[in-house]
């Protein structure tokens, strides 16, 4: 079977980006995979929106993932293609704990296929707030690492929205403030989550590029496509006091990402049986 490497071994990679993921990304892609990473720098990825909120969000993050990828295909030669998402939220299930979702997304043209991964993570700084006084602005720096990390600044007056970023040092940031508090009233504070002024970021989209990088060393048995792996979990594991199917995971699906090769793994472990806590039937 031929392996995951000698597929990628000096093929280009055309990574879209202009926030310098690629930091975090390159390294990663040429140890693991043995790729040649280049910048696509040219697409004006802007036009998908921007994390300002200069220009409103209209796809949902997959989407516009996939189609920063197949924008780049009207720029380049290139037939292996790879863009990245980020959004910040409260987690799903914990919460008001803020955290980073961050997508990949890899095209290759070549050999018709195409891959996608995600991680959630609580490791992240994102937060804002109303500034009333310098104080306030001076403690919110501080909880967010700035001036590793960026902030933006944001205030409206009459129907004029300021937004001011890429301050370098607390003088910067305090002049910034005391410019806008001159002419409004209202101001706030977020912090700047473009990854190349957010390092914790960077270090979330390093480790989903080990993710994905991972992934694509695992090869299908029946096509030998890269990307083997985890697709979906199948429920069902059964109640150790009544023997029915409970919503815990029986098993999980890996699929091949070309073919419709499937295996399925099991989750039974020396306990074997889901805890009656979880049952519908013994614990309505
Ligand atoms: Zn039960
Ligand atoms: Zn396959």
């Not at 004006?44 to 796809?59: A, C, K, V």
């Not at 939220?89 to 008001?96: A, C, E």
């Not at 929205?161 to 409004?184: M, Q, V």
């Not at 029946?222 to 006091?241: A, W, Y």
Request: proline share 4%; net charge negative.
């Amino acid at each position: 079977m031929a392996s995951s490497l000698t597929y990628f071994q000096g093929r280009e990679l055309a990574i879209v980006t202009k926030h310098k993921k690629e930091e975090a990304i390159v390294p990663v892609f040429e140890s693991k995979l043995g790729l040649n990473c280049r910048v696509e720098s040219k697409i004006d990825t802007d036009q998908l929106g921007t994390f300002s909120g200069e220009i409103p969000r209209y796809l949902d993050q997959i989407s516009a993932a996939r189609k920063k990828c197949l924008l780049a295909f009207d720029f380049t030669d290139c037939d292996l293609v790879l863009s990245s998402e980020g959004s910040f939220g409260p987690h799903p299930s914990l919460f008001f704990i803020p955290s980073d979702f961050e997508v990949l997304f890899l095209i290759d043209k070549k050999n018709k296929w195409e891959l996608k991964e995600f991680i959630l993570s609580t490791d992240t700084n994102f937060a804002s707030a109303e500034i009333k006084n310098e104080n306030d602005l001076i403690k919110f720096a501080e909880k967010s690492g700035f001036p590793e990390h960026g902030l933006i600044l944001k205030a409206s007056n009459g129907g004029v929205n300021s937004i001011l970023k890429d301050f370098s040092n607390l003088d910067e940031l305090l002049t910034a403030f005391g410019s806008l508090a001159f002419k409004t009233d209202s101001i706030f504070v977020e912090t700047d989550m473009r990854a190349m002024r957010n390092p914790t970021r960077m270090e979330v989209i390093k480790a989903l590029a080990n993710k994905m990088a991972n992934r694509l060393l695992t090869s299908c048995e029946q096509c030998e496509t890269p990307g083997f792996g985890f697709s979906r979990i199948v429920s069902g594991m059964p109640c150790s006091n009544c023997g029915n199917a409970t919503r815990q995971a029986l098993h999980e699906i890996h699929s091949c990402i070309s073919c419709k090769h499937e295996k399925t793994i099991s989750l039974i472990d020396s306990k074997g049986f889901a805890d009656p806590q979880i049952c519908e039937y013994c614990n309505p």
